[in-house]
């Protein structure tokens, strides 16, 4: 199994930096609501726009999006791994 | 059938694919080595969530905005270079690379202000200062320390990693035929930008 | 079709670029680095054998008896330190692994050769490092493999030195795990479908993801711990508002998964002896090789088992106490089907069969007692206790340390080309059982009694057991270094082995004994089952 894999799909100039402006986008909404007080949902909001600005990263300017399938199997097993870490140490503190 | 190409003893073995997803691996470890850190601020921030909020006004928040602007950017620039070279544009790659660069020189030098402006301030680990500070404070500014030196020795290590590819490229060892190198370069940096886009928040961003 | 001409072509005697010793210290080739690992980890295994057998001999009697109590406490750490991170975290992968895994799958090497070589390099570097430790001003670790804060950031030893070795021996785990499942998803040989990889290459798969993603949270533990040392920085430091139990949490998230690092390779040559010792197919391979993934991924739902006196929440306790008990489960898995592969096989008792035959006993000691320990009520008595002591010992020594001794004899001549002797073969396994029960079982009774560990002192009443536990230490540590030495004097005078010695069918066994350096002529393209014995007849004529 050698040999270079030639990926059919390159994502072009273009598509690169529509990406870029969206993620200036959200990194400007997530700025401009940290002013705003959104009581217990402050985190949980900066958190989500985080996750989504990490997903356009992640398929996009890291390619998983057009990557083979065991490359997203490996990403949602370590991600789901470390989620899983968070929960459980959190039995603790929460319950404490 | 190439077996007995295949039985040479040097024969040298490409395999791009193999090749990415060792790089991938090492990039989760990278995910799970800063995963623990945000773990104990998470633990922190839950028990100390006054302190934290208190503490966390000492930060600007127009330099962290600034860059993390910077990082994403030089992620766009460092994409645009492995296009470059797939599209087989030699020179606009090493451009785009050696910008991605300067970005990252600029990333370090806002934070070298940064920090030896709260030095200045009398805030830094183990500080008279600091250690009069309230508990939840002191945690605050430890994590913001560790976490952003950590990150920071990352973001060096990349741009130290950027600039062999840059000479690679230069001396055709990396070609529009053989890239994987600098893609997964690429992959670190971006590693480095996406560590940033959740440090930024959960640090400059509490109000 | 293995040549038999191949002459001086076997991996370690053809040289490449460099001669002599270059040879090896420069060499890429998985067979030889394999080697050089089994050099420095069996060489630190016996020092910490020789740590163990001090240790028994302070604790012949109450009170002194051959050192200091500072002495004592460096020494159980240190014993601690060398087995776990020199010798049973790396051993089975780093060893038979790293020899066996391409050969296995019918690859010439694993996926990045250079990044082997390095593993090993940082592997020796991390030992250095531990050793230097020991020397320096301010004098060995005093404070438990555990390095539990807030001891660890106010002793005055060599902390920071030797905790930053365990981070440094981190990441050569980390490189052999990124290696091997890299080399497992890309150099199959042609027809070696994910279900017909023998089962000791789907364990070292598993195993590889453990050293991946628990890793980086002991290495980042360790920093925090340096900084903490360094700078006073306030992360876990109590007196500063840190949570010394959010330590022992992410100590834990590592040190529990690699227990499983430590196990799952073990359990893999298991699946590997019992068919080739059986002359049968495994029975549910699939459900073995799933239940490897399985224990690998639960394997991360536990950790806090070891804190249950911590001062943990009540509602984290029986969570991680019932999540303890799942885990248990695919491990009852494969041990039925061990016994399964057994019945109605035609057994060949040799000694690698027969260091199974121990492993199967003494794990299953092991594991049982771990349900004592998993349930809370229990757990509030013998934490802390010998009984603790007795449990790991008997699952990770009786567990991996006899799997180590078996891999060892099963696959000595294929790796050396030479058989040791049967008889004593036979009678070190006997022995060493001997010596084992007798060295760990009597700490049960005296964890049960009340004897808590890594205490210098006992009272009176535990004499009698102490004693016979010293005794047995003398018994078991004699049969390991008997071992050794059989095994080296067959190095140098044993008859000449057979490609096949045992009747096993996985690739090693179609391949010379030693194998050449690029294990296969022809890559060859797999058609059988793993475990098919009826290949056996027409091995006889390759």
Sequence with gaps: MSGNDKHQHHSGYGTYIIVWLALLA??????????VNLGRYTLFIALLIAAVK???????????KFEEKIFKAFIALSGFTLIIIFLLTFFDYIYR | ????????????????????????????????????????????????????????????????????????????????????????????????????????????????????????????????????????????????????GLHGLHVLIGMAVLFFMLVFIAKDKVTPDNYVKLENSGLYWHLVDLIWIFLFPLFYLIQ | MPDAVAGNNFYHQSTNKHTGILSWLLTTDHKRIGLMYLVSILTFFLVGVIIGVLLRLELLAPGRTIMSAQTYNSFFTLHGVIMIFLFIIPGLPAIFGNFFLPIQIGARDVAFPRLNLLSYYIYVIGAI????????????????????IPYSIRSTTNVSLTIFAAFVLGFSSILTGINFVTTTHRLRAPGMTFFKMPLFVWATYATAWIQIIATPVVAITILLVMMERAFGVGIFDPALGGDPILFQHM???????????MILPAMGVVSEIIPTFSRRTIFGYRA????????????????AHHMFTSGMSDTARWIFS???????????????????????????????????????????????????????????????TYFVVAHFHYTMFGGTGTIFFAALHYWFPKMFGK????????????????????????????????????????????????????????????????????????????????????????????????????????????????????????????
Excluded: C
């Excluded at chain 2, 921030?45 to 600034?66: C, I, K, S, W």
């Excluded at chain 3, 590592?254 to 499983?260: E, F, I, K, N, W």
């Excluded at chain 3, 248990?328 to 035959?357: E, H």
């Excluded at chain 3, 199967?360 to 049982?368: D, M, Q, V």
């Design chain 1, 26 to 35: 959200f990194t400007s909404i997530t700025v401009t609501i940290a002013g």
């Design chain 1, 54 to 64: 990490s997903g356009l990263v992640i398929n996009i300017f890291m390619h998983i």
């Design chain 2, 1 to 148: 059938m190439s077996d007995h190409q295949e039985a040479a003893v040097h024969h040298v073995h490409r395999d791009d694919l193999g090749a990415k997803m060792g790089m991938w691996l090492f990039l989760f470890t990278e995910v799970l080595l800063f995963g623990g850190m945000f773990l104990v601020y998470a633990v922190y921030r839950y028990q100390y969530p006054d302190q934290f909020h208190f503490a966390a006004m000492e930060l600007n928040t127009t330099v962290g905005t600034l860059n993390t602007i910077i990082l994403l950017t030089s992620s766009l620039t460092v994409a645009l270079s492995i296009d470059a070279l797939q599209k087989g544009n030699k020179f606009l790659s090493m451009m785009m690379l050696v910008i991605t660069i300067l970005f990252a020189v600029m990333f370090m030098v806002n934070k070298y202000f940064e920090w030896s402006t709260k030095f200045s301030h009398g805030i830094y680990p183990g500080s008279p200062e600091l250690l009069n500070k309230p508990n939840g404070q002191i945690l605050f500014f430890g994590l913001y320390y560790i976490m952003t």
């Design chain 3, 129 to 148: 490092l531990a050793l230097v430790s020991l020397f320096l001003p301010g004098g060995p670790v005093d404070t438990g493999w555990t390095f539990y």
């Design chain 3, 251 to 261: 100590f834990w998230i590592y040190s529990h998964p690699a227990v499983y690092i």
């Design chain 3, 288 to 303: 073995i090789a799933m239940s490897s993934l399985a224990i690998a991924f639960v394997g991360y739902l536990v950790w």
């Design chain 3, 322 to 384: 019932l999540l303890t008990f799942i885990v248990a489960l695919p491990s009852g898995v494969k041990i039925f089907n061990w016994v399964a592969t057994m019945y109605k096989g035609s057994i060949d008792p040799q000694a690698p069969f027969l260091w199974v035959m121990n492993f199967i006993f003494l794990f299953s000691i092991g594991g049982l007692t771990g349900l004592v320990l998993g349930s809370l009520a229990t757990d509030i008595h013998v934490h802390d």
């Design chain 3, 419 to 542: 058989m040791y002797n049967k008889k004593f073969a036979n009678i070190a396994v006997a022995i060493y059982f001997i010596g084992f029960n007798m060295l760990y079982f009597p700490k049960f009774i005296m964890g049960y009694m009340g004897m808590p560990r890594r205490y210098y002192d006992f009272l009176p009443q535990f004499t009698p057991y102490q004693k016979i536990s010293t005794i047995g230490s003398w018994i078991l540590a004699g049969t390991i270094f008997f071992i050794v030495g059989y095994l080296i004097h067959a190095l140098i005078k044993g008859k000449k082995a057979t490609s096949n010695p045992w009747g096993g069918v996985t690739l090693e066994w179609h391949i010379p004994s030693p194998p050449p350096m690029e294990n296969f002529h022809t890559i060859p393209t797999i058609t059988h089952e793993p475990y098919d014995f009826s290949q056996l007849k027409e091995m006889k004529n390759e």
